[in-house]
């Protein structure tokens, strides 16, 4: 798989050394299409940066690295208990519904 990765700074604004947001995504194959999409794997903001739509501007970036590389469609996962991220993407996307499960190795 190719393994992309981006920061996108508001307002150059730094936490210290720390960039006050981090994301990282892929580029992820839909073998029923025959597509692919762009995989979200984390996204954060640093603290005292949330409330300044910085999540809705990465999204909205990744909305254009999408359309411009041919994907269909950007996917990512969140903990249910991270309410804060979940009114956010339930305002902007739709829940596939889908329960995450993972099995682990001895």
């Not at 210290?16 to 990282?24: L, Q």
């Not at 892929?26 to 073998?31: D, I, L, N, Q, S």
């Not at 339930?90 to 739709?94: G, H, S």
């Given at each position: 798989?190719?393994?992309?990765?981006?920061a996108y700074e508001i307002h150059e604004r730094l936490v210290?050394?720390?960039?006050?947001?981090?994301?990282?995504y892929?580029?992820?194959?839909?073998?029923i299409k025959g597509q692919y999409i762009c995989f979200l794997d984390d996204l954060f903001?640093?603290?005292d940066f949330r409330g300044q739509?910085?999540?809705q501007k990465l999204i909205s970036h990744l909305k254009l690295l999408s359309k411009a590389n041919n994907w269909d469609g950007i996917r990512w996962i969140t903990h249910s208990s991270n309410e804060n991220a979940k009114k956010l993407y339930?305002?902007?996307?739709?829940n596939t519904g889908f329960e995450l499960y993972e099995l682990k190795g001895d």
């Open positions: 798989f190719f393994k992309q990765k981006t210290g050394s720390e960039m006050c947001i981090r994301d990282s892929r580029t992820m194959p839909r073998p903001v640093e603290p739509k910085i999540a339930d305002k902007i996307a739709n």
